[in-house]
């Protein structure tokens, strides 16, 4: 007969689990093992004593089925010793026992854990793995303490735990992290994370004009769409410094084919404080197709005119801006457009797809130097901060997060 089946036989003759725990005190290794393996299937608390002993065999086979059976068992008393197991010498034992602390279901061990991964040679992958699959408000404060770590592995895991995690409640700890993080493998990560959130991945064009330069409207992206500043001055922003814009003061960026917007969707924005009830805070193209984001008569508006014959889509805030920092998006989906004010949907309207060139005019901020492609040419009188272009129509929520 064999091991297994003697096993079998003796817990099927009703013997319990007594005799078969006998056999993990056995001199032969093979014993022990098959017996581990048999308690597993009877899933018999009793046996969690012995099987706790266990964990701690010579053998590697025996430590990894005792493991395992304490696992279907699930008795939260063998807690301990499996954490302990988290330390053992063995890979394939450390992987049973995180597998078992999972079946346990346990929200108490997210401290234990979050201590030991604080140990020289912790397991971080099996640790923040179970961490995860707790989960609960405990473990995201714990992942969030981990970011704090002094050690790289520690930190790197805790980022990737929280990006699975998701949410917008990560952005922050995330963003606080780089502002620290020196380790280049740790902040690639965060960044990716957080460029992926913010839609830095598919930012196209950022004038910040913090620098305060009177000359070069530098494109702070790094994607070198630099522009001339045409007589604007320096001013407190939004964010940082600022331009004053007016008649006969703008920004030139000529007829760049970068940022493109040509044949796919894009959001612009900028943060504008008006001192007059009409002007153009950002356009390109003209009357044969270009785009417009503007004032007119007080009320916030964005369009786009697609072809020469074709009429200008336009839609129109309800609302008047007043003299304060206000936050105007136009996005160019595929088959409408929308004005956000403020972070929130103002308006939408249909349209016939999206813009099928970069116009045959330049592109400006603070005036429209040729023919509008919409309704207006005039020059913004007042500050305009942070103009930014995304080679995506971005959702309500995510310009909201810009204009934070």
Known sequence: ???TTLTWALLGAGLAVAQPVESLKAHDKNVRRETAKALAASRDARAVPAL?????DSDTNVRFYAAYALGEIRDASAANALLAALRDPEWIVRDQAAWALRELRDPKLVRPLAVMLEEKDADVAHIVWLLQHIGGEEVFTAL??????????????AVEALIKIGGERIEQPLTELLAREKEPGVRAVAEKAVAKMTRADTLAA????????????KDVSGRASDGEIKGCTVTEGKVGAALRFGKGKFVELGRTQKPSVANHPFTIMAWVKAEAPTGVVVARGGAFCGFSLYLKDGFPKFGIRRAKKGPADIVAGREKIGSDWTHLAG???????????NGKLA???KTGGVMPSNGGQGMEIGFDAGNSAVELCDAFEGVIDEVKQFDAALSEKEIARQCR
Request: proline content about 0%; charged content about 25%; some cysteine.
């Open 1 to 3: 007969m064999s091991i």
């Open 52 to 56: 706790v002993k266990a964990l701690e």
């Open 144 to 157: 969030v303490a981990a970011l704090n770590s002094g050690n790289t592995t520690v930190r790197r895991a």
């Open 206 to 217: 950022h004038w910040s004009f913090d620098d305060k330069n009177t000359t070069v409207a």
């Open 331 to 341: 996005v160019v989906k595929k088959d409408c457009i929308e004005l956000h004010v």
């Open 347 to 349: 308006a939408t309207a």
